[in-house]
């Protein structure tokens, strides 16, 4: 079955995350000679090609081999030296990433310093790609969205919790929209736990009604009716896949799988058993309802909600 989880960052606005590459890549192409010892002023995530070094970061040590990713924060230093008689390569890009132009992402965040990537083998073409066209002394276009990809890819694989929203200040005019988009993210992530939205809503240091309808006013919908439509988001991809409708509405927590599809065609606008037959119709071709580019416009968030 594919790959369905909520991603990380899926409660975050598309234009609340502000990425800047603040200079051109960096190609790496290190001899068994090579060592640096140094403290960049925004983040730099390296990513490894060919041969082995090591790092000592902040009282850490890691070894970079083949696939490997390694996140250095803003203002920490790191030493660094080849370990191989092969040629340590690869793209090391330093960056910044902040919510709403004011707060570091990574400051809102607990991730794991380094990971093997484990989409390797589709992440390793795109990394040397990133390298081979990146150009010397700019930045472009189509580098920042490469490295987009890059970077979700590291966050996805080294991320541990969203740091609690206790620690957050809740003076910072931001605080509040940051407060819902780490709520929906953890919504996302797990629409299936019937006690999903009270434990995150255990979590906010705001008043309990206020946060609700401030996550309504930012979301569109209510947090229960948001951990509903991602449990119908989880169905649609299990129905797609070629589960049945019986088995889907079990794996989303509907024992009763008439009133699992009553809700699916409340939140989507079509019955399971229909949505199966469009699919179908689509994956042979067909246009499911008559759209000219042949895609099923799911799902369907409707007012009423």
């Known amino acids: 079955m594919d790959k369905i989880e909520g991603g990380v960052l899926d409660g975050i606005a598309v234009n609340a995350l502000n990425l800047t590459l603040t200079r051109s890549a960096i190609k790496m192409l290190h001899?068994?000679?090579?060592?640096?010892?140094?403290i960049n002023q925004v983040h730099d995530l390296a990513i490894c090609l060919t041969g082995r070094a090591e790092y000592k970061v902040a009282d850490e040590t890691f070894i970079m081999q083949p696939g490997r990713a390694l996140?250095?924060?803003?203002?920490?230093?790191f030493v660094g030296k080849s370990l191989s008689e092969e040629l340590?390569?690869?793209?090391?890009?330093?960056?910044?990433?902040?919510?709403?132009?004011?707060?570091?992402?990574?400051?809102?965040?607990?991730?794991?310093?380094?990971?093997?990537?484990?989409?390797?083998?589709?992440?390793?073409?795109?990394v040397?790609?990133?390298?081979?066209?990146?150009?010397?002394?700019?930045?472009?276009f189509t580098q920042h969205h490469l490295f987009m990809v890059l970077l979700i890819e590291f966050?996805?694989?080294?991320?541990?919790?969203?740091?609690p929203q206790q620690d957050v200040s809740v003076n910072n005019p931001d605080s509040l929209s940051l407060a819902v988009m780490v709520a929906a993210s953890q919504i996302a992530s797990d629409p299936i736990s019937d006690d999903t939205v009270e434990r995150v809503l255990d979590g906010v240091p705001?008043?309990?009604?206020?946060?609700?309808?401030?996550?309504?006013?930012?979301?569109?919908?209510?947090?229960?009716?948001?951990?509903?439509?991602?449990?119908?988001?989880?169905?649609?991809?299990l129905l797609a896949s070629g589960q049945?409708?019986?088995?889907?509405?079990a794996f989303v927590g509907y024992g009763d799988s008439y009133y699992f599809s009553r809700m699916f065609k409340r939140y989507i606008g079509v019955s399971p058993a229909g949505y199966k037959m469009l699919q179908k119709r689509h994956q042979e071709g067909g246009f499911p309802r008559g759209e000219e580019d042949g895609m099923t416009p799911f799902p369907l968030l409707r007012p009423k909600l």
Not at 31 to 38: A, F, G, I, V, Y
Not at 71 to 77: E, H, K, Q, S, V
Not at 91 to 112: K, S
Not at 128 to 140: A, M, N, V
């Open 31 to 38: 001899t068994q000679t090579w060592k640096t010892d140094k």
């Open 128 to 140: 040397r790609h990133y390298r081979e066209s990146s150009p010397l002394s700019s930045t472009t």
């Open 244 to 249: 049945s409708v019986k088995q889907a509405s």
């Open 206 to 237: 705001y008043n309990e009604d206020y946060f609700r309808r401030e996550f309504r006013k930012q979301v569109g919908l209510t947090p229960q009716k948001y951990h509903e439509f991602k449990r119908m988001e989880r169905a649609m991809a």
């Open 71 to 77: 996140l250095i924060p803003a203002g920490t230093r």
């Open 155 to 163: 966050i996805e694989a080294a991320f541990i919790r969203w740091h």
């Open 88 to 126: 340590y390569t690869g793209v090391a890009q330093h960056f910044t990433a902040e919510v709403f132009g004011r707060m570091d992402l990574f400051d809102q965040m607990e991730c794991r310093m380094w990971v093997d990537l484990p989409r390797w083998a589709m992440i390793a073409p795109l």
